[in-house]
């Protein structure tokens, strides 16, 4: 007869079925893949045939891939933390037992260098400094999310500029993407460090156990609150200043009214921050990622 006393402690080998899915985090995947399709949109070429291989490839890599691979990366590297945080999560759960959750970020790693090959040399070479940053914000020695400062502003780099701009430079078959674009990639990545310093609020108490000096452990709750909401919302009174320059009032309009409706997110959030930022990130940041792709297709033709 079995030993089902001894069956029941046998530590499981193997991650259980939707661990491996839950670690890789899809719901993250969102922002680099919009941003490589805001990049390809600036372009101002026509998306069809092998452009429209392009954007689905690229969109594939940046999201399931190279997304994917830094979530597996940082939970790995955060797993004391998470036990604290968010226990829930497959690592700290045992979902995800033993080293497996380092063997699936470095096969993803693998993975992803692989496909990007098919992108060609700007998207190889742009998808390698992705996944450095995503080792760097994570493992040691550099641990940039250490700091609240220069680990969100890696994130904001990899998850908007990088990608707006790859996926502009592989529109133009490996050219270097005009100055108006660069400009808008680089003010978006700027905006973005607010909106990583939102998802901070949540983990105070394990950050400040393990010594992670994210921006609400280091200036508090409140004065993080109100940098957050200034990153994000500085870059985008810059970029509707440089659409009204560009001539292109529309989409002027549009951005003004999107940041309008921020700031009335914004005037709640600051109230009660760790209460409301899941509130501002559910809502604000929609009307934030939909000036990106606006301000995108203003910047077709502007060569300035």
């Known amino acids: 007869m079995m030993d089902v006393s001894h069956a029941i402690q046998r530590p499981q080998r193997l991650p259980a079925p939707g661990a491996l899915l839950e670690l890789l985090k899809p719901v993250t995947w969102f922002p680099p893949m919009w941003a490589f399709s805001c990049g390809v949109i600036a372009s101002g070429r026509p998306i069809v045939g092998e452009r429209a291989w392009t954007l689905a490839l690229g969109i594939g890599l940046t999201g399931p891939l190279v997304c994917a691979t830094s979530q597996a990366v940082n939970d790995w590297f955060d797993r004391h933390v998470d036990a604290i945080n968010e226990p829930h999560r497959p690592i700290p759960s045992g979902r995800i037992p033993g080293r497996w959750g380092l063997y699936v970020a470095i096969l993803w790693t693998a993975i992803s260098l692989g496909v990007a090959v098919l992108l060609g040399t700007v998207g190889l070479l742009a998808t390698g400094i992705a996944l450095l940053l995503a080792w760097m914000y ?68 394990g950050d400040q156990q393990f010594g992670i000096r ?91």
Request: positive net charge.
């Open 138 to 205: 994570s493992a040691p020695p550099f641990r940039l999310k250490a700091n609240g400062w220069w680990g969100n502003a890696a994130v904001g780099f990899t998850y908007e500029g990088l990608a707006w701009v790859t996926g502009t430079a592989v529109a133009l078959g490996g050219a270097v993407p005009p100055a108006a674009v660069l400009m808008l990639a680089a003010l978006y990545s700027l905006g973005a460090h607010g909106i990583m310093t939102l998802n901070d609020f949540k983990a105070i108490e």
């Open 214 to 304: 994210s921006l609400p452990v280091r200036l508090g709750v409140s004065r993080a609150a109100w940098t957050a909401c200034i990153a994000m919302i500085v870059p985008q009174l810059v970029v509707l200043g440089l659409l009204v320059s560009w001539a292109r009032p529309g989409a002027a309009l549009t951005i003004a009214a999107l940041i309008i409706a921020q700031l009335v997110l914004m005037a709640r959030f600051v109230q009660a921050p760790r209460e409301r930022a899941l509130m501002l990130s559910a809502f604000g940041v929609p009307f934030y990622v939909s000036g990106m792709m606006v301000a995108a297709f203003a910047v077709r033709g502007v060569t300035g």
